[in-house]
């Protein structure tokens, strides 16, 4: 399990690391010209709002904390988390903000979009992820394991 887990979160570290010159490739003319992003009003005519258990770009807008993700270890059944506490801004039109490491600088420019079936990508995140549930103020989503966000900023 550890394999899988490594599988997913070095490539997502590996964008953090991003340098300038690929900030600029991502940047906010890009995010315009984007057709595939599903802004708010795309959301109810695309894809059922059910599917995404609550999750709307209106939902999302404003701060979240990645707080952690979690597993079940399949040989001995004991859950794995592993801490994270980075920092994701959310908007309306598509976009968001994020460290991608609980030290690194905000990096602006990515997109997120909802794809069919309950599916919702985050550009920095690497393949798809699943809304498992949403609360008032924290959502989870699964791709390989479950990731944890909490509304506001990390402390």
């Known amino acids: ?3 899988l887990v490594f599988m997913v979160v070095v490539p ?3 964008l953090s690391a991003c340098n300038e ?3 600029s490739n991502r940047g906010t003319s890009e995010v315009a010209a984007d057709s595939k992003v599903s802004p708010a009003s795309d ?3 695309e894809n059922k709002t059910s599917d995404y258990k609550g999750l709307t770009p209106e939902y999302l807008l404003g701060a979240w904390c990645y707080t952690h993700y979690q597993s079940i270890n399949p040989d001995t059944k004991a859950i794995e988390r592993e801490e ?3 920092n994701f801004i959310f908007e309306t039109d598509g976009t968001y903000s994020t460290q991608g490491a609980s030290t690194a600088k ?3 420019g990515w997109k997120y979009e909802f794809l069919p079936d309950g599916v919702f990508k985050l550009k920095s995140l690497p393949g798809t992820n699943k809304v498992v549930s949403v609360q008032p103020d924290a959502f989870v989503l699964h791709n390989f394991v479950d990731h944890y966000f909490q509304r506001g900023a990390c402390k």
């Open 1 to 3: 399990m550890r394999i």
């Open 12 to 14: 997502f570290m590996l």
């Open 21 to 23: 010159s690929e900030k």
């Open 43 to 45: 959301v109810s005519k």
């Open 84 to 86: 994270n506490n980075y």
């Open 106 to 108: 905000m990096q602006p």
